[in-house]
């Protein structure tokens, strides 16, 4: 199966919105403004083309970064791969552009920002002695006790007649 990957150069359009979908998977999604430029030889200066606006979906991770470090207005180079949403409302059918990203970061041609390395949570080892040493307790208890003071948990069988 291919898969269409795609790089966008633009702003971000709208506050991005972030939340925890199904069992708790982060997403943050924003809309991004791509306008291009080209140089117009009659006015002698650039003119704005036609602005795409495209949605662009951010998960796990990268949706908890994007919420931390984006906001609306910011300059963003977005890479991830293009697909297609597709619903139906009213009975008329509708689909739109969706860039599932893969990197978001902020355009450094138009400013500079500071990057902050965030660590990995690292899960602290489980601490079984305890258990270990409770369990031994519990067996060495159990073989200090001599036949006469063992009390059976389960009914003796009936002897058949």
């Known amino acids: 199966m291919s898969e269409t990957g795609i790089s966008m150069i633009g702003h971000?359009?709208?506050?991005?919105?972030?939340?925890?979908?199904?069992?708790?998977?982060?997403?943050?999604?924003?809309?991004?403004a791509t306008t291009p430029r080209r140089w117009d030889r009659t006015q002698r200066q650039y003119v704005d083309g036609?602005?795409?606006?495209?949605?662009?979906?951010?998960?796990?991770?990268?949706a908890v970064h994007?919420?931390?470090?984006v906001r609306r207005g910011d300059?963003?180079?977005?890479?991830?791969?293009?697909?297609?949403e597709e619903w139906t409302k009213d009975g008329v059918r509708n689909s739109r552009f969706v860039l599932e990203a893969v990197s978001v970061g902020h355009d450094l041609n138009?400013?500079?920002?500071?990057?902050?390395?965030v660590a990995r949570p690292v899960e602290a080892p489980v601490d079984e002695s305890l258990a270990a040493a409770e369990a031994l307790q519990e067996i060495e208890a159990a073989d200090s006790l001599g036949y006469d003071d063992?009390?059976?948990t389960a009914t003796p069988l009936r002897e058949a007649s």
Do not use: H, M, N
Not at 12 to 32: A, E, I, N, P, W
Not at 50 to 62: E, G
């Open 12 to 32: 971000v359009g709208t506050d991005v919105d972030y939340r925890k979908v199904g069992s708790g998977t982060d997403l943050s999604t924003f809309r991004l």
């Open 50 to 62: 036609t602005t795409s606006w495209i949605s662009v979906q951010c998960w796990r991770a990268l």
């Open 66 to 69: 994007v919420r931390d470090s």
């Open 75 to 84: 300059p963003v180079i977005v890479v991830g791969k293009l697909r297609t």
């Open 110 to 117: 138009r400013g500079v920002c500071t990057f902050s390395k």
């Open 150 to 152: 063992f009390e059976p």
